[in-house]
């Protein structure tokens, strides 16, 4: 059974950086996409970032130039760099990892941006 373990979320001012990181754990022998969503209280989940396999990357416009994600596929673990925070960007993070065709979830990690 597959599971995501994320860590590295809390609270930070502005204009300062946290860096996620989420685990898979299980059977797994070769991940295809890993990333992260966003969810604030009242709004839909986002898509923050993605990785494939082959190290592409893909973000949404409002991170682009502040996140960065990245993997190491011998620990089977995506990162989320994130620099520059804004109190927007205030949300639960959730890693996820498509693996043989199934889409797994990490639990979540809250961060907070706030003076």
């Known amino acids: 059974q597959v599971k995501l373990v994320e860590s590295g979320g809390g609270l930070v001012q502005p204009g300062g950086s946290l860096r996620l990181s989420c685990a898979a754990s299980?059977?797994?022998?070769?991940?295809?996409?890993m990333g992260w969503y966003r969810q604030a209280p009242g709004k839909q989940r986002e898509l923050v970032a993605t990785i494939t396999s082959g190290g592409t990357t893909n973000y949404a416009d409002s991170v682009k130039g502040r996140f960065t994600t990245s993997r190491d596929n011998a620990k089977n673990t995506v990162y989320l760099q994130m620099n520059s925070l804004k109190p927007e960007d205030t949300a639960v993070y959730l890693c996820?990892?498509?693996?043989?065709?199934?889409?797994?979830w990490g639990q979540g990690t809250q961060v907070t941006v706030s003076s």
């Open positions: 996820y990892i498509n693996y043989r065709g199934r889409n797994y």
């Open positions: 299980g059977t797994i022998f070769s991940i295809n996409t």
